[in-house]
Nanobody, 119 residues
């Protein structure tokens, strides 16, 4: 089991940058796929970026070329680097870790961190 804590959210002006962090307790992210999701008010929670345990990354179309998901060498912190943000990027951002144990997918979520893009 892993516990996730996000940080780094806040207010940023359009065109600015922000870096979100997600720290995993216990054994860290080893063996887990990780992802960042976001949810705006009255909207569905959608994946923004993900990274498999092998390092393969995926980005949703709205953030391609602007956001970067990465992990530190200790494999206990995942980052989401956000650049050229727009008001449409405003949302609560959630970190997720998942793995499959005995054919059962397990998901773990952080509490979320608010990102507000506004001038």
């Amino acid at each position: 089991q892993v516990q996730l804590v996000e940080s780094g959210g806040g207010f940023v002006q359009p065109g600015g940058s922000l870096r979100l962090s997600c720290i995993a307790s216990g054994s860290g992210f080893s063996g887990y796929n990780v992802a960042w999701y976001r949810q705006a008010p009255a909207k569905q929670r959608n994946v923004v970026a993900s990274m498999t345990s092998g390092g393969t990354t995926f980005y949703a179309n709205p953030v391609k070329g602007r956001f970067t998901i990465s992990m530190n060498n200790a494999r206990d912190t995942v980052f989401l680097e956000m650049k050229s943000v727009t008001p449409e990027d405003s949302a609560v951002y959630y970190c997720q870790a998942s793995n499959v144990v005995y054919l059962t997918k397990r998901e773990y979520w952080g509490q979320g961190t608010q990102v507000t893009v506004s001038s």
